[in-house]
């Protein structure tokens, strides 16, 4: 089993950055993905960005040149660096990960607010 836990969101003005942080534990597990997906009020949940373990990523076109994801292997960590912030960012924001260990899985953090002021 694997926990997610995620920081860094918070309130920020239009323009400003945040850092989304999101550490994975568990007793035994080996992720091969890490990603990002966020939710609007009123609308569906959407992949913003992803990781895998060879270094391929992906981002969503609407965060593209403006969202960076990387990962901290050592310490099963992703983060999400938010720059150039808009206010239609404003959403629930949720990590989201695998385990090769757990065919199948599909685990998610609590989800952390991100609101952007006009």
């Known amino acids: 089993q694997v926990q997610l836990v995620e920081s860094g969101g918070g309130l920020v003005q239009a323009g400003g950055s945040l850092r989304l942080s999101c550490a994975a534990s568990?007793?035994?597990?080996?992720?091969?993905?890490m990603g990002w997906y966020r939710q609007a009020p009123g609308k569906q949940r959407e992949l913003v960005a992803r990781?895998?373990?060879?270094?391929?990523?992906y981002y969503s076109d609407s965060v593209k040149g403006r969202f960076t994801i990387s990962r901290d292997n050592a310490k099963n960590t992703v983060y999400l660096q938010m720059n150039s912030l808009i206010p239609e960012d404003t959403a629930v924001y949720y990590c989201?990960?695998?385990?090769?260990?757990?065919?199948?899985?599909?685990?998610w953090g609590q989800g952390t607010q991100v609101t952007v002021s006009s």
């Open positions: 990781i895998i373990n060879d270094g391929t990523t």
């Open positions: 989201n990960a695998n385990d090769i260990y757990s065919p199948g899985s599909n685990f």
């Open positions: 568990g007793r035994r597990f080996s992720i091969n993905r």
